[in-house]
T-cell receptor, first 117, second 114 residues
Framework: GAVVSQHPSRVICKSGTSVKIECRSLDFQATTMFWYRQFPKQSLMLMATSNEGSKATYEQGVEKDKFLINHASLTLSTLTVTSAHPEDSSFYIC?????????????FGDGTRLSIL | AQSVAQPEDQVNVAEGNPLTVKCTYSVSGNPYLFWYVQYPNRGLQFLLKYITGDNLVKGSYGFEAEFNKSQTSFHLKKPSALVSDSALYFCAVRGRSGNTPLVFGKGTRLSVIA
C-alpha cells in the first residue's frame, strides 16, 4: 500500500535552531502534500498545503516565514521551522495523496515530535 | 464550510462487545468520508472511506462504517472489539472538488477493556 515516510521522528534542540522535516511519498507521486500540527489530546490542525513546483498555501494564522515549505519534486516536501522557540514544540505530521485519483485517501507519515528547549 | 463532529471524547467497551464511534459531518454537496486511527506517537492510519455506492463500507481490521445521508452521519463500527483496537480514532471529510485537504473531527479515544 501507499507509504509516506517522514524524517526525523524526533528532534530535541535549543531555542533559536532551525529544524527541517522531510516528507516522502515512497510508492506514488503526490502533486500535493499537507502539513499538520497536533497538540496533545487534540485533533490535527492543517498548517499548509504544499504544491509541487509552486508556493505553499498557508492556513490563516500560520506564519509562512516561520514555517517554510518546499515541495521540490513529486515525492518530497520539506517543512523548516525557522528559529524555533519552545512554543513551536509539537507533533508535526505530513500527509500526501496520490496524484492519480481524486477520491484517494490521504496517507500519513509517522510524525515528528519537536521539542525546543 | 466543511466540519466534522465527533461527540464523544472517550468510548469504553469491553473486549468482545460491539463498538460504535460516532461521527456527523457538514459539507456542501456529496462528501468523501474517511476514518483514520492513530496509535501513540504515530501518524494516522487509513481505515476506510466512503465515496459512493453501498452505504455500508468495510475497511481494515474488521471495521466498518455506515453512511447515512439523511442524518449526515458516518459512524464507525466493529462487531467484536479487541484490546488492540484501543487507540485514537478520527473521522474526516472533504469535498469532491479540487485537491482539498481533509477536515478532521477532534478525535475519539477508544478504550477496550479485557
Amino acid at each position: 500500500g501507499a507509504v509516506v515516510s517522514q524524517h526525523p521522528s524526533r528532534v530535541i534542540c535549543k531555542s533559536g535552531t532551525s529544524v527541517k522535516i522531510e516528507c516522502r511519498s515512497l510508492d506514488f507521486q503526490a502533486t500535493t502534500m499537507f502539513w499538520y500540527r497536533q497538540f496533545p489530546k487534540q485533533s490535527l490542525m492543517l498548517m499548509a498545503t504544499s504544491n509541487e513546483g509552486s508556493k505553499a498555501t498557508y492556513e490563516q494564522g500560520v506564519e509562512k516565514d516561520k514555517f517554510l515549505i518546499n515541495h521540490a519534486s513529486l515525492t518530497l516536501s520539506t517543512l523548516t521551522v525557522t528559529s524555533a522557540h519552545p512554543e513551536d514544540s509539537s507533533f508535526y505530521i505530513c500527509s500526501a495523496r496520490d496524484s492519480q485519483g481524486g477520491n484517494q485517501p490521504q496517507h500519513f507519515g509517522d510524525g515528528t515530535r519537536l521539542s525546543i528547549l | 464550510a466543511q466540519s466534522v463532529a465527533q461527540p464523544e471524547d472517550q468510548v469504553n467497551v469491553a473486549e468482545g462487545n460491539p463498538l460504535t464511534v460516532k461521527c456527523t459531518y457538514s459539507v456542501s454537496g456529496n462528501p468523501y468520508l474517511f476514518w483514520y486511527v492513530q496509535y501513540p506517537n504515530r501518524g494516522l492510519q487509513f481505515l476506510l472511506k466512503y465515496i459512493t455506492g453501498d452505504n455500508l463500507v468495510k475497511g481494515s481490521y474488521g471495521f466498518e462504517a455506515e453512511f447515512n445521508k439523511s442524518q449526515t452521519s458516518f459512524h464507525l463500527k466493529k462487531p467484536s472489539a479487541l484490546v488492540s483496537d484501543s487507540a485514537l480514532y478520527f473521522c474526516a471529510v472533504r469535498g469532491r472538488s479540487g485537491n482539498t485537504p481533509l477536515v478532521f473531527g477532534k478525535g475519539t479515544r477508544l478504550s477496550v477493556i479485557a
